[in-house]
């Protein structure tokens, strides 16, 4: 639905538009000459992961919300900045009985998940004497302070903090691919240590070859630009290229039918793109660049047409996004084998961040070794103890046995004395 997209999407949009895309006049569209059509069931497209770690919180909210009509019509009639300062959380009061004990259980089963993390982390670090509900301050999510009860406040700080997570996310990610980067090229040049010098002229030869290999592949289209589209329309929906048009190629890949062009639905209209570069079978190509080299035409995409900012293209941005002249004449693309992703200060920087982990691990480790043999030596003491009181019980038992029996003549005959017969 129109509004679970945008939520999830983008997510101070959380709630805009759930009804007004079953209004929406749908564009006539020749399917006679689209391959494979299909009929899209919108109950069967599930929403994106949004990669937030509240992610199944935010959805079970979602379907909740859902089902209260006072709070869909309010939705329907609300705008960005309303829900964006929080107003809209204001109408939560108004929602019914039954959504409202909906909602409280949803909020103490993620209260509950919160403790069992902090709990998890903690006795990972054999922490103990923390005040737990202290540390729910952390999660800025929803109201700690009143974990049994789902209040507006919980909506307006569930919004605001899935807003911010969601406008750093794809920064992160960058992040974390960098890194990843780094990561691969030292442990290349540690593997390359080991080998004597002729292995290791063969290694730099065979990854020269790969390298030349991977960047080896036809030209790719500005993500966005008319010869990108124009191909998607020809090789996957199957068109006459000289038949493109733009507003019906909009409504051909607004997949779920809502109005708009989502995060994913853009992202899909790369494949072709993508495929240029990379091939899961060959050794050369790395799935992981693959998918930072989509995100980036994503990025661009978006930068270039989404006129508001709000992670969701429209009909109208989309229209004139195709009458500006880089639409028409781009520039060349720059895929990612054509740039550098970090410096070689950036490169012994990561390394000595490295190295200074691996010794704290490595001083861990040892200092859970020590603990080790000081248990095992505990453990010993203790089983010689053990050892030594079971004997001692023995030998008094024995004593005891020993004391309770009248004293006997070797071999076990009673000892009698009889005086002679007169």
């Not at 048009?245 to 790369?270: C, R, S």
């Not at 570069?277 to 661009?300: A, F, G, I, S, T």
């Not at 861990?364 to 009181?389: F, G, N, P, V």
Request: overall charge negative; charged content about 40%.
């Amino acid at each position: 639905m129109r509004w679970r997209t945008i939520l999830l999407q983008y997510c101070f949009l959380l709630v805009t538009c759930l009804l007004t895309a079953l209004e929406a006049v749908p564009i006539d569209i020749d399917k006679t000459k689209v391959k494979n059509t299909q009929p899209v069931d919108s109950a069967k497209i599930e929403p994106p992961d949004t990669g937030l770690y509240y992610d199944e919180y935010l959805k079970q909210v979602i379907d909740v919300l859902e089902t209260d009509n006072h709070f869909r019509e309010k939705l329907q009639k609300a705008d960005i900045e309303e829900i964006k300062s929080g107003r809209l959380s204001k109408e939560l009061d108004l929602v019914s009985h039954h959504v409202r004990t909906k909602l409280d259980e949803l909020k103490r089963q993620e209260v509950g998940r919160l403790r069992m993390l902090i709990k998890a982390k903690l006795d990972s670090l054999h922490d103990t004497g923390i005040d737990h509900h202290a540390l729910l301050k952390q999660f800025d999510h929803l109201n700690h302070l009143n974990p049994d009860k789902f209040e507006s406040t919980d909506l307006d700080m569930l919004i605001k903090a899935a807003t911010s997570d969601l406008e750093h996310y794809d920064k992160t990610r960058h992040e974390e691919f960098k890194k990843y980067e780094m990561m691969k090229e030292h442990e290349r040049r540690e593997y390359l240590k080991t080998l004597n010098e002729e292995k290791r002229k063969e290694e730099e030869s065979k990854f020269e070859e790969m390298k030349k290999k991977h960047e080896n592949h036809p030209k790719i289209n500005h993500p966005g630009s008319k010869d990108q589209l124009k191909e998607v329309w020809e090789e996957t929906d199957g068109l006459d290229p000289n038949d493109f048009d733009p507003k019906t190629f909009f409504k051909l890949h607004d997949v779920n039918n809502d109005g708009f062009l989502d995060e994913q639905e853009l992202e899909a209209l790369f494949t072709k793109e993508l495929e240029k570069v990379y091939d899961p079978k060959n050794e050369e190509d790395d799935m992981v660049e693959m998918e930072e080299e989509r995100l980036r035409m994503r990025e661009h995409v978006m930068n270039e047409v989404d006129a508001n900012k709000d992670r969701l293209v429209t009909l109208e941005e989309f229209l004139k996004a195709t009458e500006k002249k880089e639409f028409l004449e781009p520039d060349s693309w720059e895929t990612l084998d054509q740039q550098q992703f970090f410096t070689e200060e950036e490169l012994k920087e990561y390394e000595n961040l490295i190295s200074l982990q691996e010794s704290e691990l490595k001083k861990k480790a040892d200092e859970l070794q020590k603990q080790k043999e000081e248990l095992q030596r505990q453990h010993d003491q203790l089983e010689a103890q053990k050892l030594e009181y079971h004997q001692v019980i023995q030998q008094m038992e024995q004593k005891k046995l020993q004391q309770e029996i009248s004293p006997s003549v070797p071999g076990g005959e009673s000892k009698f004395e009889f005086e002679p017969l007169i």
